[in-house]
């Protein structure tokens, strides 16, 4: 009777015990499933982290207010059109800069498009095309520039990274020797006011009295020496090129769509006392 007894006590811990490792397979299958199907859902609906830098009037960034300016409802308007949920931060240009290379769903505004940039973003789309870039001096200082290579000849300060610093060294301006590169926008201005060593900095007609201002300079201090012409500044949109094709031709769409109901020429029209007229 004992013997007996134990047999069955035996059995029902055999059964407790392939029971118990049964529910743990299944546990395990399913958390398996969950985990794999998780990043596929978030996939089809991913946050797109967009990077941009104060630059009046089409990024402006003012203490405890949202970001405004015309770019800035340009690529807002877009993004409501599409079915992404954003996020939009400004940050100096050379950090937005990186960020937008690297990370996957990082895209900024406002860049303009040069060759040696084609192949480190993928392209969603123009947003303005104001005018070409010029070299600008301080009054009082007697340079003449008669075409491009005149200007190697001086010290020319540009803001890492961007149109001014990669469009010059690719017509054979280099760091060192006739280009003076900062981390940050804000100084170029105050640089070639004080700074006796600094002779030219590059900027376009529209942004250069912003920028004077940023300076607490006057733009009568300034004046404009030499047109680039072939260093046009088209801005554009763009994003890592870690993103997905599908979320760059869904954001192209939308943005185009703007051009095509009116919406772009709605947006400008707000904003055109600031704004030279884009040839698009």
């Not at 895209?107 to 040696?116: E, G, V």
Request: hydrophobic residues 40%.
């Amino acid at each position: 009777m004992q013997k007996t007894q134990n047999n069955h006590n035996v059995i029902a811990r055999h059964k407790q015990s392939s029971a118990s490792l049964y529910i743990k397979k299944i546990s395990y299958i399913a958390l398996t499933l969950l985990w794999v199907a998780l990043p596929i859902s978030a996939n089809k609906n991913p946050v797109i982290h967009i990077v941009t830098e104060h630059l009046p009037p089409y990024q402006i960034v003012t203490q405890n207010k949202p970001l405004s300016g015309f770019a800035v409802d340009i690529i807002k308007e877009t993004m409501a059109r599409s079915h992404y949920a954003y996020s939009m931060k400004n940050y100096p240009w050379v950090r937005s800069y990186n960020l937008a290379q690297v990370k996957a769903n990082y895209c900024i505004f406002s860049i303009a498009r040069l060759k040696s940039r084609e192949n480190m973003f993928k392209w969603v789309g123009p947003i303005s095309s104001v005018s070409n870039t010029a070299m600008w001096a301080r009054k009082g200082r007697h340079i003449k520039i008669s075409n491009l290579n005149d200007a190697k000849k001086y010290i020319i300060a540009v803001n890492r990274d961007d149109i001014a610093h990669t469009g010059l060294i690719e017509r054979g301006f280099n760091e060192d020797e006739n280009l003076y590169v900062l981390d940050n926008t804000n100084s170029l201005i105050s640089l070639l006011i004080t700074r006796p060593e600094i002779d030219l900095i590059v900027a376009d007609d529209t942004t250069i009295k912003f920028r004077t201002e940023l300076a607490g300079a006057n733009i009568n201090e300034l004046h404009r020496v030499y047109e680039i012409k072939d260093l046009p500044l088209n801005f554009f949109f763009a994003c890592s090129k870690k993103t997905d094709d599908n979320i760059i031709q869904h954001l192209s769409n939308k943005l185009q769509s703007l051009y095509q109901d009116g919406s772009y020429d709605a947006i400008w029209e707000k904003w055109r006392n600031t704004l030279t007229s884009p040839k698009l």
